[in-house]
C-alpha cells in the first residue's frame, strides 16, 4: 500500500487499487470543514484526479460522526458577500471535482453527518450509512439563516427528488439511514465490520446511481414549478415570517427559477448562500449556534455520576421534570402526599413517551424507570433530589427538615422554586453550600433552558454537578446567582405587565400578541401569560413587584380570585380549546405606534439590569440565556445584542420618551452608561 500524509488527512491505496481517503482533523474531537480541511483535500485530489485510482472511498477517523460540517467559527471572519462567495464558490468546484473523477467514488458514513460533510457525501456516486437508530443525517443550515452552499441545493432535489429534498433543507431536521435509505439519499445501510467490504463491493460493480423518482422529476419540469413552489412557500409561511428568516424563501426562489440545473443552479446557490451569510438574520443565527456551545461549555468535569433522581412534588412542573428525567435514562422517583396527586403525573409521562419513543420494548423500559413513590423511600437511594413543591417558604423548610435526615452522604439537594431566594430557603440545611436551584421551565419537554441557580458561597463542586446532570439530560445549564425572578422571569415580568397595561388601555389582546409576534417572539405576551396560568403570572407580578417596586397589573388578581386561570382552566384572556388559545379574527380597536417599543424595551431594559447586578457574568451568556428561555427572537441575537445593534443611545433616548409618556416603569436602568 502507499501512504501520503497531511495533516487533515491520511490517504493510502490498497492492492486492489481503490484509494482510501480518511478526514482525521487534527486536534478536534470531530470532523469539520474548515479552510485547512478543504485546501488540503484540494492538493491531494490533483495526482488522484490526473491518474484516478480503480475506486475512491472517503470515510472519517472519529468514532461516531463522519462530518460535522462547515466550520462555523470561520463565517465571522467573511466580511463582504464577494469575498463569501468566492469561498463558497471554491468549495463547490472542489466537490465537483469529486463527481466527475474518472472512477467510482464513496462515502462510507459512521454516524453524524451534518450540513457541508453531507453536502461532500452527496458529490460522491454511493453513500453507505452505519446502522443505527439515530437521526445523523441532515442539512441543517436553514437554523443558521442559511441553505446549502456546497453544491446541497441541486444535489439533494437531483437525488432525493424534490419534495424529500425540500423537506431535509427547509425544515433543518435530521433523518435516520433507514429514512435515508426510503428517500434515496443512502444506496447502502452497513455496519463497523462490513462497510469496507461494503465500500468496495461499490467500487466493483459500479451500479447506477441514485436519481429523483419520475413523479419528482415531474414536479422538477418548469411546468410544475411554479405550483409546487406556492405550496412550499405556504407551508413555510406558516413557521417562519420572510422578513425573519429569508433563507428558506432564497432556497424556494432558487429551485423555483433553476430547477436544480447542474449548469444554472450552482451559480445561483453560491450568489444566494453569500448573501444570506452577511444578513444580519445569518450573523445573530450563527451568534446564538455559538452561545448555545458556550453554554454546553460551563462547569468542570465532575467524576459524581446521577442515576437515581428523586423528585418531590408532582405536580405539572415536578411531574414534568421526573418523566424527562426518565426519558433521558435516569431512574426517577416521584414523591406527593397521595397516590392521587401522582397519578396524573403518571399519565402525562406515557403520552410524552408514547411520542418520543417509537420502539415498544424501549418504551416500555423507558416507562420502568418512573416509579411513584408516596413514602419517598427513594430519597435515600438517590444521587440528586429535586423539590418541586408549591412556592411557600414554611413548606419547603419543613420538607427540607426531613429530606437531609435520610439522604445518603454526597447526594445533591436541588430546588426548582421559581421566586425564592436560595439564601432563604437554606437556613434549615446543614450542608448549606452544598444547595443549588434547578429552575426548569414549563413545558419541560420544550423548553430547552435550565437555570442553575447558585449563592455567593456555593460549593464549585455543588454547580458543577448540577451543570453535568444538566447537560446529560439534553438541557442547556445557565449559572444564575439567587436573586428574586433569577433572570428569565425577572425579564419576561415586565414584557407581560406591560402587556397587561395596554389591555387595560383597550388595546384588543390579539393586536398586543400581533405587535410581539412581528417583532419575532413566538408568542405574544397575553397568550404566554394564559400559557403559563394567570396565577403563576400574579404570584411572579408579586414576588418582582416587590423586589422591583413595579406595580401589579390591574385586572389580573380578579381574574384569578375568579378562577380564570388561562388554558388549565380553558379561559383566561383567551377562550382556550383543546389546548389552543382561540382568538377573534376580527378587531376593531387602534394600535398604539408605540406598541412594540412598549413591549419589548422593558425587556431589553431589565436584562441590562440583570447584567447590572451580577445575576449572569456576561452580555454573551445573558444573551442565550434569554433567548433560550424565554424565546426571544433568535435572529435578533438576545436582548443586549438588539440593543447594540439599534444603538444604545437611541434605546436610551426612546426609554426616556416613553418614561415621560406612561410612568417610571420605562426609567433606563443605570446600568446602561456600563454598555
Not at 437554523?143 to 424534490?162: D, E, S, Y
Not at 456551545?293 to 465532575?302: H, P, S
Amino acid at each position: 500500500m502507499e501512504h501520503m500524509a497531511y495533516q487533515h488527512w491520511k490517504t493510502e491505496t490498497d492492492d486492489a487499487g481503490i484509494t482510501w481517503l480518511c478526514l482525521d482533523t487534527a486536534d478536534a474531537s470531530a470532523n469539520v470543514l474548515s479552510s485547512s480541511v478543504l485546501t488540503e483535500l484540494n492538493e491531494l485530489l490533483n495526482p488522484i484526479r490526473e491518474s484516478p485510482p480503480r475506486g475512491l472511498v472517503i470515510w472519517s477517523g472519529k468514532e461516531r460522526s463522519f462530518v460535522m460540517g462547515a466550520d462555523i467559527k470561520e463565517f465571522g471572519s467573511i466580511q463582504s458577500p464577494e469575498r463569501a462567495y468566492e469561498v463558497v464558490r471554491l468549495t463547490q468546484q472542489l466537490f465537483a471535482q469529486i463527481e466527475d473523477l474518472g472512477c467510482p467514488t464513496v462515502a462510507a458514513i459512521n454516524g453524524v453527518c451534518l450540513g457541508g460533510g453531507l453536502e461532500l457525501a452527496m458529490a460522491c456516486d454511493y453513500r453507505i450509512v452505519f446502522a443505527g437508530d439515530k437521526k445523523v443525517l441532515g442539512l441543517p443550515e436553514v437554523k443558521l439563516g442559511l441553505h446549502p452552499g456546497f453544491g446541497g441545493t441541486v444535489r439533494a432535489i437531483r437525488i432525493c427528488g424534490v419534495r424529500a429534498g425540500m423537506q431535509l433543507m427547509l425544515t433543518g431536521n435530521s433523518i435516520t439511514a433507514a429514512k435515508g435509505k426510503s428517500i434515496g439519499l443512502v444506496d447502502k445501510i452497513t455496519s463497523a465490520d462490513h462497510w469496507r467490504r461494503d465500500a468496495a463491493e461499490f467500487i466493483a460493480k459500479s451500479p447506477p446511481r441514485q436519481r429523483a423518482s419520475f413523479i419528482d422529476r415531474l414536479l422538477n419540469s418548469a411546468l410544475l414549478r411554479p405550483t409546487l413552489r406556492n405550496t412550499l412557500i405556504k407551508q413555510v409561511r406558516s413557521k417562519a415570517r420572510k422578513d425573519h428568516y429569508p433563507a428558506p424563501y432564497a432556497i424556494i426562489a432558487n429551485w423555483a427559477r433553476y430547477g436544480a440545473s447542474e449548469d444554472t443552479g450552482y451559480e445561483a446557490e453560491a450568489r444566494s448562500f453569500a448573501d444570506l451569510m452577511c444578513s444580519n438574520t445569518s450573523r445573530n443565527l450563527v451568534r446564538v449556534f455559538l452561545l448555545q456551545a458556550r453554554l454546553k461549555g460551563q462547569g468542570n468535569k465532575t467524576t459524581s455520576r446521577i442515576e437515581h433522581v428523586h423528585v418531590v412534588g408532582a405536580g405539572v412542573m415536578g411531574g414534568d421534570i421526573a418523566a424527562w428525567c426518565a426519558l433521558r435514562g435516569h431512574t426517577v422517583t416521584l414523591q406527593d402526599r397521595e397516590q392521587q396527586y401522582i397519578d396524573p403525573a403518571i399519565e402525562r409521562a406515557g403520552k410524552l413517551f408514547a411520542k418520543r419513543v417509537r420502539d415498544d420494548e424501549k418504551r416500555a423500559a423507558t416507562a420502568a424507570r418512573l416509579q411513584a413513590d408516596v413514602n419517598g423511600d427513594g430519597v435515600a437511594r438517590a444521587d440528586l433530589v429535586i423539590e418541586a413543591i408549591y412556592e411557600n417558604l414554611e413548606a419547603k423548610h419543613k420538607l427540607y427538615e426531613t429530606l437531609q435526615d435520610a439522604m445518603k452522604p454526597g447526594a445533591l439537594l436541588a430546588t426548582n422554586t421559581s421566586s425564592i431566594r436560595l439564601e432563604d430557603l437554606r437556613t434549615v440545611l446543614r450542608e448549606p453550600t452544598r444547595f443549588i436551584g434547578l429552575h426548569f421551565f414549563n413545558p419541560v419537554a420544550l423548553l430547552p433552558l435550565v437555570e442553575v441557580i447558585r449563592c455567593d458561597d456555593t460549593d464549585q463542586d455543588a454547580l458543577d454537578i448540577g451543570f453535568a446532570f444538566t447537560k446529560a439530560i439534553g438541557k442547556l445549564p445557565l449559572e444564575c446567582a439567587s436573586s428574586p425572578g433569577f433572570v428569565v422571569n425577572r425579564i419576561l415580568a415586565p414584557y407581560m405587565a406591560e402587556a397587561m397595561h395596554l389591555a387595560d388601555e383597550g388595546v384588543a389582546l390579539v393586536e398586543i400578541d400581533r405587535a410581539a409576534e412581528a417583532f419575532g417572539m413566538p408568542v405574544g405576551p397575553v397568550e404566554l401569560a394564559d400559557s403559563v396560568g394567570l396565577d403563576v403570572a400574579l404570584h411572579v407580578s408579586k414576588v418582582l413587584g416587590a423586589a422591583t417596586n413595579r406595580p401589579i397589573p390591574g385586572g389580573l388578581e380578579k381574574m384569578v380570585a375568579d378562577g380564570l386561570l388561562g388554558r388549565k382552566s380553558g379561559q383566561g384572556y383567551y377562550r382556550w380549546s383543546e389546548g389552543k388559545a382561540v382568538k377573534p379574527t376580527t378587531v376593531g380597536s387602534d394600535v398604539p405606534d408605540d406598541i412594540e417599543d412598549r413591549l419589548i424595551l422593558p425587556m431589553v431594559n431589565e436584562a441590562v439590569a440583570c447584567l447590572y447586578d451580577g445575576v449572569v457574568t456576561d452580555s454573551d451568556l445573558l444573551d442565550a440565556g434569554v433567548i433560550f428561555g424565554t424565546g426571544f427572537a433568535p435572529f435578533r441575537g438576545g436582548p443586549i445584542n438588539y440593543a447594540k445593534e439599534r444603538g444604545t443611545t437611541a434605546v436610551v433616548m426612546r426609554l426616556n420618551t416613553l418614561s415621560k409618556a406612561y410612568g417610571d416603569r420605562f426609567e433606563p436602568h443605570t446600568g446602561w452608561s456600563d454598555l
